[in-house]
């Protein structure tokens, strides 16, 4: 073919670190990149159809808009050829660049040029041979810039600097932009919050108050700071609210890393377990004080999921069905005061048969359901029934040494298919596999390795359910206050009770947090009492 048929789409790519660069090299720029590329279009009389730039994107990933814009027009035949300054320019994903190369360029009957590198596929030479190795090492580069630039941003989080974006109630210290320093006006209203869920006013009922108030929200209050006019303050969320009252960086603790990219190649996050969260307490003033955090936070954590409505009563997010495991929504007054419980999926999905409406009158629930608590209470302080309690409890030993022995061996032939990928990549550079069976192979490890990791976290998760009982560590003294409260408020509550099971026959089964409680329960008639609706 005589370069004339050829029609040339040349690609530019800059990236964040080739930004940084540019400070002292220009050679990246994409001024220079198309310079060089227009050079050789005009020396080769090639015939010059569409230029792609993407700018300010990494090579890790092939998922960039002016790339996928370049491979449209490959597949519609408006290309034919497509030229880089170097291989680089293509991308620093090793597997990535030597299937676009090897497999899709020549099947599409592209030639591919990388000035730089002397690479040319209309022509069969040595520096096409090396060209996998090329892109190794460009991942490699990538990769080790990737470790550096995470290994420094690590050492600041295990400092405590803080990286992100302040948080309402909060500002950058002018003097140190790693360390927050209270916003006064902003805080007021974190303050505002918390007083009045600590008072019982929900999270829906909260958003209300401050909208009413013209209290800027968040985002406004931002603009506002910045200089920008907002024409109104706009309404709160309950997920805003809820949000700030779940945030403990109010304590004046520096919460970082909560989330990992998969690889360095990849855009997508995962979240981590909490036990890998760097947290860093004491960094910045407090705008909260750490047992009103834990307070609101215990309350907040037994109310997710639930039914969001204008009433908050004591028993609501500790309510779930025992047929389907979903939430029971405590549903608002009829016409008559009278206040349901319903199971929510079937309120949604019932028309698919799903589950039963397992309705209950609530407020005979509630009354009878304190009578149960303050009975229980009582009991515990029976000491021989404590006496007995103490030579009923069983340990669990047994099953915690048996999910520890499944998580190793998970772990092992984790390890064993990790070896594997790694005999294959040596294999690949070797030649003695091709790309494609690599990709094959190293797909499906991935995806056993992938599943393994799944059976691990939800053996772990079994494990902490397991490992770890609640003590009697201040139940004595949380019995006394119940005992003597005349309106037990819903933050007491869940101080005793993890969850409510209602059957669909009104049974219900009540899970104590304390290990004590539970031993009375299951003695106890409770798990037989019935709720049934109140005739009208």
Known sequence: MNNIDYKVGIYIRLSREDEEKEKYQESESIGNQRTLLMQYIEQNKLNFIAEYVDDGVSGTSFDRPAFNKMILDVESRKINMIITKDLSRLGRNYVQSGLYIENYFPEHNVRFVAILDNIDTAYDNSNNDIAPFKSILNEMYAKDTSRKINSVLQAKRNLGEYLGTPPYGYKKDPENKYHLIVDDEAANVVKLIYEKYLEGMGTMQIADFLSKKKIPIPSDYNKRKRGVRSLTYGLWQQSTVRFILSNEVYTGTVIQGKRKKVSF???????????????????????????????????????????????????????????????????????????????????????????????????????????????????????????????????????????????????????????????????????????????????????????????????????????????????????????????????????????IEIHSDKQVDVYFNFKPLQELNNNFSVAKKKYEKKTI
């Open 265 to 499: 190649k990849s855009k997508k996050f995962i979240d981590l377990p909490e036990e890998d969260w760097v947290k860093v307490e004491n960094m910045h003033e407090a705008i909260i004080s750490k047992e009103d955090f834990e307070r609101a936070k215990k309350v907040i954590d037994n109310t997710k999921g639930s039914r969001v409505i204008t009433n908050d009563y004591i028993f609501k997010g500790l309510l779930r069905c025992y047929d389907c495991g979903g939430y029971i929504g405590i549903r608002s007054p009829d016409k008559n005061g009278n206040i349901y419980g319903r199971c929510q999926r079937y309120g949604r999905f019932g028309k698919f048969s799903v589950c039963s409406p397992h309705n209950f009158n609530y407020q005979v629930f509630e009354l009878q359901m304190l009578e149960v608590l303050k009975d229980v209470c009582k009991r515990y302080t029976n000491m021989k029934k404590l006496e007995e309690i103490a030579q009923k409890a069983k340990s669990n030993e047994e099953k915690i040494i048996d999910i520890c022995s499944r998580i190793e061996s998970i772990k092992e032939q984790n390890d064993k298919e990790t070896r594997k990928l790694e005999l294959m990549y040596e294999d690949r550079l070797s030649g003695i596999i091709s790309l494609e069976e690599y990709i094959k192979n190293a797909e499906r490890i991935k995806e056993i390795v992938k599943q393994n990791e799944i059976s691990i976290k939800e053996l772990e998760q079994e494990l902490e359910g397991n490992s770890k009982p609640k003590n009697e560590e201040g139940l004595e003294d949380l019995i006394d206050k119940f005992l003597k409260m005349k309106n037990p408020n819903k933050e007491i509550i869940r101080e005793f009770i993890e969850k």
